[in-house]
């Protein structure tokens, strides 16, 4: 219901001489003409639309100071996560992220050493827990036992992290004429088209998509039923929380995805790209399941894959002036996978220093 000022503003506006002049005059569009019924009442409808935007006793008690707590937006005390790649990389940081505020997190990887490295040595130092998993995102029965193993300790996931990936074959070519011994001349187009074709194989760009494009797709699938058990809904049965969390996917995809710069790896670009198109797929055919799908396409990160130095920071004009951290990767983990976040659908967060800004 309006308030009674609104009300009574409604009733002098409609009875206003300059209200009615507009009308008779056609310099005030009536509202009725893009209402569906054109004889509904102007009082109701202005009156309802005050009564719209009226806040009531009890939406004052939605902005109480829990409505804010960063725990209650950002807080992950109670996930189980599931992370590809997870031991090493871009994968550690974000179970790091996780485990050190109290999520149990899954990391797996084809490497055994890498996760079981990784889950000895920073369980003691978290609040969480962190378990090992060995799994092959390339082969489907590899993700099945990697399921059942998960559904061992848990029958249900709240989170995939889509990490794993390669950075595939190096096209090394060069705009500048005094390049390299290793690079091919980008302005020659002779040993341009030479040096590719000898350089690169089909072989090598079906690997590169079958981890970072289709393994994500397969992993996702996989464990879906899981993912789906995670949503936590205080109205059905698979609450287990009550916090009104949904299960959630996220893709690490990049930068590269976005430039239309090679950056002597086209394959590695072009199945980033295909991922980001992926994610917006998958969150449009899932999201009946109330399973939400997201992806992180950060800039560059110092990890063993990327082997990136600040003195690469001046030669990509980077805004932020710097390369990414640790950090950046775990603010936008925690932001797509907490309250904050759970609003965000099929979308891509950029975490590149400003790069797409000068690397278009």
């Not at 029965?141 to 074959?169: F, M």
């Not at 393994?215 to 009550?242: C, E, I, M, P, Q």
Request: charged letters at 25%.
């Amino acid at each position: 219901m309006a308030s009674r000022t609104g009300q009574r503003f409604v009733r002098t506006l409609i009875n206003s001489t300059s209200y009615r002049t507009g009308l008779a005059t056609r310099t005030f569009t009536p509202v009725y003409r893009y209402s569906y019924n054109h004889n509904l009442n102007f009082q109701r409808q202005f009156s309802n639309t005050f009564a719209r935007y009226s806040m009531s006793s009890e939406q004052d008690k939605n902005h109480s100071k829990e409505t804010y707590d960063l725990d209650a937006l950002f807080g992950v005390h109670d996930l189980t996560a599931v992370i590809t790649g997870g031991g090493t990389g871009i994968g550690l940081m974000c179970t790091l992220a996780l485990a050190h505020n109290g999520a149990r997190v899954f990391i797996m990887s084809h490497k055994e050493d890498d996760v079981k490295k990784a889950a000895d040595e920073w369980n003691p130092k978290v609040k969480g827990e962190i378990i090992p998993i060995v799994c092959d995102v390339s082969d489907k029965k590899s993700l099945e036992e990697a399921v059942k193993e998960v559904e061992k300790t848990s029958p249900y996931i709240d989170l995939l992290v889509n990490n794993a990936g390669i950075t595939g074959p190096e096209a090394n070519l060069e705009t500048s004429k005094d390049h390299a011994p290793h690079k091919a001349d980008a302005n020659n187009v002779e040993e341009m088209q030479k040096h590719l074709w000898e350089k690169e194989e089909p072989k090598g760009w079906h690997m590169t998509f079958q981890i970072n494009t289709i393994g994500v797709y397969f992993t996702t699938v996989a464990f879906l039923r899981l993912l789906a058990k995670g949503k936590k809904n205080s109205s059905n049965s698979n609450d287990h929380t009550g916090t009104g969390r949904k299960g959630s996917v996220i893709n690490i995809s990049s930068m590269s995805a976005i430039t239309k710069k090679a950056q002597d790896h086209f394959a590695y670009n072009a199945s980033k790209a295909a991922t980001l198109h992926l994610t917006k797929m998958m969150a449009q055919e899932f999201s009946g399941l109330g399973i939400r799908i997201n992806t992180i396409a950060p800039g560059v990160v110092p990890t063993e894959m990327s082997e990136a130095t600040e003195d690469e920071v001046e030669e990509m004009k980077l805004p932020a002036g710097r390369l990414a951290d640790e950090r950046d990767m775990a603010g936008a983990l925690l932001y797509l996978v907490g309250r904050a976040g759970e609003y965000i659908n099929g979308q891509a967060i950029v975490v590149d220093g400003g790069f797409l800004l000068t690397n278009p």
